[in-house]
């Protein structure tokens, strides 16, 4: 690799594998630490970059991208997810942007089941119960839940790698698995049958939010959304908080209008609305579905290739289109 003007900019630390990677490029390097970049510390970090390596709570927009000079050639999300990025204005400044598919989808899949698990089969509520101290014995009637493997329905929106990885992890469940996608909304693929997303609200016992955050599906499930639900139905949501409708979550869950949730994103982290806390029958997870091992090198390691393959003229392995 020719070694260019600039420096590559590291927004925060990286796990030992993708940092590994990172130094073998050769290359100067600037890198934060492992709490997010103030605003003024990302400009500072960017001003002068060749490159540009951020994860999903640094905001990339056309101020920021200004600041950072002509030099700059690739922005690498260490995310799938790029709602942090101002994508067009990346492209009106000639600045390439990449984000991690495929790597995460298992990871993220085997999260999604375990919220899945977890609220239907009330594994935080049986928990917090025992840590209560309460004498307890063996009930009948004891912390019943949804029989997931007894032919329950999963409804997954937006249905791509991870929709397809999620789906695989259903049917090993005798689930029956309904999809529902912006270009598709009947037939059949590989035991999942499309239907559109009111369908899917209605006759699903488990509603899956798997779909990017745009301004189209920025809050998709929304109290009208909620209001198809099956009383007893779950939602799950490890796409992006603003794709569910926090507050209207909020009122179904105090007023028992749905079974139960499982978040793992929120409309505005890192802050979470503190009325989430205190609703029943709701698991919540810090943003952690990606956060396996391997996965967390794998998303560094092809951002960091990413950055390595631009700065070397060659077209960046999984470009933003
Ligand atoms: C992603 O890749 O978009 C995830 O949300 C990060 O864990």
Not at 83 to 100: E, K, L, Q, S
Not at 216 to 227: F, N, V
Request: hydrophobic share 50%; glycine share 10%; net charge negative.
């Amino acid at each position: 690799m020719t070694t260019p003007a600039g420096h590559v900019y590291v927004s925060r630390l990286l796990t030992d594998g993708a940092m590994a990677r990172l130094r073998a490029l050769g290359l100067p390097l600037r890198i934060g630490d492992d709490n997010p970049p103030t605003r003024e510390a990302l400009a500072a970090g960017m001003a002068g970059a060749a490159a540009a390596v951020v994860t999903l709570t640094e905001r990339v927009d056309a101020d920021l991208l200004a600041t950072a000079g002509d030099g700059l050639a690739v922005v690498a999300n260490v995310a799938v997810g790029y709602d942090n990025i101002d994508v067009a204005a990346a492209r009106a400044a000639g600045v390439t942007v990449t984000n991690t598919p495929g790597v995460l989808d298992n990871a993220t899949a085997d999260h999604t089941f375990a919220l899945i698990l977890a609220v239907t089969r009330r594994v935080v509520d049986g928990d917090r119960f025992l840590r209560s101290r309460e004498p307890w014995i063996w009930g009948p009637r004891m912390l019943i839940g949804l029989d997931v493997s007894a032919g329950a329905t999963l409804g997954i929106i937006g249905y791509g790698r991870i929709g397809r990885a999620v789906a695989r992890r259903a049917r090993a469940f005798d689930m029956t698995v309904l999809a529902s996608t912006r270009s598709r909304t009947s037939g059949d693929e590989d035991g999942v049958r499309f239907v559109d997303t009111g369908t899917l609200l209605a006759d699903s016992d488990v509603v899956c939010v798997l779909t990017p955050l745009t301004p189209q599906t920025r809050h998709l499930i929304d109290a009208a959304a909620l209001a198809r639900m099956k009383p007893t139905a779950y939602l799950v949501n490890t796409a992006r908080g603003g794709v569910v409708d926090e507050t209207a979550l909020i009122d179904a869950l105090t007023a028992g209008r749905i079974g139960g949730a499982a978040l793992d994103v929120f409309e505005n982290e890192p802050h979470v609305n503190p009325a989430l806390l205190d609703v029943p029958n709701l698991v919540l997870t810090p943003h952690i579905a990606s956060a396996g091992e391997a996965t967390r090198d794998a998303m560094g390691i092809l951002a960091v290739d990413n950055v390595a393959a631009v700065l070397s003229g060659r077209p960046a392995l999984t470009p933003v289109r």
